[in-house]
């Protein structure tokens, strides 16, 4: 174990940062943590313990046991509630310009305005960046994934642009508000964003061109349809792990 403290970015004289490698059954752990001048011990601690929680597994290996699963690894933990965020982001190499994001998050206390509630928001930011465009609403309902009862909605937009073919896109949402104080019961989002091929081919071209390769032919650009079978072919696929809470 390598355990290395530094003072935070900047001129800040308040915080400080850790890194701590361990190296376990020739695997490298690099933990990244951060602490105030008046928790530094508390905080030294607190790295202790995760580092003494790490354990090495195979990534195929699905553990019995709580904690959160790493690559190569699982942090073992309590079912003490404390407040926790993990935040996965993934894409679907066979489907250019889809792009997946999860968020589990442990919560004092649940939202009280629901998805459906609070979606004049976003619609209003995406109004600002595309004044012109035309925003339709595809999915909008009640859900229950895995025994947790969310809301969905899904929403398609279509940007004129003068010249150009139109700027296309869809976007939904699952929302679960979670309980207070509970392990086991976080509050969970799930987000998907396709933009019809038209970002993902400028993408793709743009990563050739910085490559020195060839450029890649256009992406198949799917359909509405094709993009709503494959969301919710995703949202079947999302249950909690066993024994993990």
Not at 159 to 176: C, F, H, M, Q, V
Request: charged share 25%; with cysteine; aromatic share 10%.
């Amino acid at each position: 174990v390598r355990f290395l403290i530094f003072r935070g970015n900047g001129v800040s004289t308040r915080s400080f940062e850790f890194e701590t490698y361990l190296l376990k059954e020739g695997r490298l752990f690099k933990l990244i943590y951060g602490a105030s001048n008046a928790r530094l011990e508390a905080a030294k601690n607190d790295v202790k313990e995760a580092i003494s929680s790490i354990h090495i597994r195979s990534n195929d290996s699905i553990p019995s046991g709580k904690g959160l699963c790493i690559d190569n690894g699982l942090v073992s933990d309590s079912p003490e509630f404390r407040l926790e965020s993990t935040s996965v982001k993934f894409i679907l190499p066979d489907y250019p310009g889809f792009e997946f994001s999860v968020d589990v998050n442990s919560t004092n206390s649940p939202t009280e305005r629901g998805l459906f509630e609070r979606v004049s928001g976003p619609l209003q930011m995406f109004s600002s960046v595309y004044p012109g465009a035309t925003l339709s609403t595809k999915r909008k309902a009640k859900r229950t994934l895995a025994g947790m009862e969310g809301e969905e909605l899904v929403t398609e937009m279509v940007a004129e642009r003068k010249g150009l073919s139109p700027e296309t896109g869809i976007t939904g949402r699952w929302e679960y508000r979670g309980q207070a104080k509970s392990q086991g019961q976080p509050e969970v989002i799930i987000d998907f964003d396709y933009d019809f091929g038209t970002n993902a081919a400028r993408l793709a071209r743009e990563a050739a061109m910085s490559a020195g390769k060839e450029l890649p032919p256009p992406p198949k650009r799917l359909t509405q349809e094709e993009v709503m079978a494959i969301w919710d072919s995703v949202l079947a696929s999302f249950r909690p792990r066993p024994g993990a809470f």
